[in-house]
């Protein structure tokens, strides 16, 4: 069982920042890998941001690629994603997901989900 639990949200103006954290815990969390994903009122959910716990390599979606960053801190069992140059389109509420062995970039397969955390962005 893995526990994934979001934080950081918050409302914000456009062009602002913000940094979400989601924290893992569990026996063997270590061998799952970390996405973020968001959705908005009426939308799917989609993929943002993803990033395995034992290598650098990461991914976005497109939507966000040259905005936001995840990153991880293994000693906090920490993923973060820092958000820059935020717009109103990226308020949505923002869920940390795992899934074993590979990054999801999808919904589809996701083991784990956390509660999520809402960021809102004004004009």
């Known amino acids: 069982q893995v526990q994934l639990v979001e934080s950081g949200g918050g409302l914000v103006q456009a062009g602002g920042s913000l940094r979400l954290s989601c924290a893992a815990s569990?026996?063997?969390?270590?061998?799952?890998?970390i996405a973020w994903f968001r959705q908005a009122p009426g939308k799917e959910r989609e993929f943002v941001a993803g990033?395995?716990?034992?290598?650098?390599?990461?991914y976005y979606g497109d939507s966000v690629k040259g905005r936001f960053t995840i990153s991880g801190d293994n000693a906090k069992n920490t993923v973060y994603l820092q958000m820059n140059s935020l717009r109103p389109e990226d308020t949505a509420v923002y869920y940390c997901?795992?899934?074993?062995?590979?990054?999801?970039?999808?919904?589809?397969?996701?083991?784990?989900w956390g509660k999520g955390t809402l960021v809102t962005v004004s004009s």
């Open positions: 997901a795992a899934k074993l062995f590979s990054v999801p970039t999808n919904t589809h397969g996701v083991d784990y």
């Open positions: 569990g026996r063997t969390f270590s061998s799952y890998d």
């Open positions: 990033k395995g716990w034992t290598d650098s390599i990461t």
